[in-house]
């Protein structure tokens, strides 16, 4: 259902997305008192940028 991660690389390239994401979301908070859709994107891809990042004996359960 789900495929193996793919390494830190595509983590880093998450976690800054995610860091782009919150910033604009703050400021389309401030100045443009807009809607949330920067927050849910910017925490979707620090979700994934987190589990893209995971040690090799953390990616499969039941490999140890």
């Known amino acids: ?11 880093l390239i998450f976690l800054s997305l995610s860091s782009i ?18 927050l849910f994107t910017g925490l979707a891809f620090g979700f994934s940028g987190f589990a893209e990042s995971l040690p090799l004996e953390r990616r499969e359960p039941g490999s140890a």
């Open 1 to 11: 259902m789900f495929r193996k991660p793919d390494g830190r690389r595509k983590g």
């Open 21 to 38: 994401c919150l910033i604009a979301w703050v400021y389309t908070g401030i100045v443009l008192n807009s809607s949330h859709f920067f």
